[in-house]
């Protein structure tokens, strides 16, 4: 079992993903389940949205909030990012990530984020904010356009967590995948990638530094 600290500097800003409206969180979540959900998990990161009613229209995507008010991400933000850039860099040739195979199940398995709470550090004077955006689409009826609005923390922004994983067992024949090496570039993608809503665009990407017991390394 090996252990990161690992904590992300955003050079771009960071959007939310969560609904303002509790109701579709709700349905959202529960539809994502693989299992039928006590409702535990559930009605606790409903519980954690803002408001809509006091702060903003509930199309808006938006950020959970700490007993403080901190805004903050969900453990599982991580491992679905480390699935995206797997999933990625998997079709390249050079890449190690085309080796592994169910990538999603090792990172469900064998990849592990705590705190299960990630809260968000901003930098002085900075303040979450609403980032609009147009939404386009090709339909039947021709080209549409509609506003979409989620809630933005700037640049300079600082996430920390610790990232255990297992080693994988060296296959009979050809050389064993060093988790570590592929968590590693796929840190190195979200440089370019990005983390949470419009990534396409390159919001949310990030500088990493990784903290062990001896060492640590930057990007």
Not at 117 to 140: F, H, K, M
Not at 182 to 209: H, T, V
């Amino acid at each position: 079992m090996n252990t990161w600290h690992v904590t992300l500097t955003f050079t771009d800003p960071l959007l939310g993903t969560a609904s303002a409206d509790p109701e579709i969180y709700r349905r959202f979540i529960q539809s994502k389940a693989p299992d039928p959900p006590d409702g535990g998990d559930v009605e606790d990161e409903a519980a954690a949205l803002p408001d809509p009613r006091e702060e903003y229209e509930r199309t808006v995507t938006v950020f959970p909030r700490a007993d403080d008010g901190r805004p903050f991400l969900h453990d599982y933000q991580i491992k679905g990012f480390f699935k995206d850039a797997a999933s990625m860099l998997g079709r390249t040739r050079t890449e190690p990530s085309a080796d592994l195979r169910a990538f999603k199940k090792v990172i469900d398995g064998l990849v592990f984020v705590t705190p299960r709470r990630l809260p968000l550090a901003l930098p002085e004077g900075g303040e979450v904010q609403i980032l609009e955006r147009p939404l386009r689409a090709s339909t039947a009826q021709g080209e549409r356009v509609a506003l979409a609005a989620s809630e933005s923390v700037p640049p300079g922004t600082t996430l920390a967590f610790d990232l255990t994983w297992f080693d994988l067992k060296k296959p009979k024949n050809g050389s064993a995948i060093d988790l570590g090496e592929l968590l590693e570039d796929w840190l190195q993608y979200g440089r370019l990638r990005g983390l949470g809503q419009w990534r396409n665009s390159g919001k949310g990407r990030f500088a990493y530094a990784i903290k062990t017991g001896s060492e640590s390394a930057s990007a």
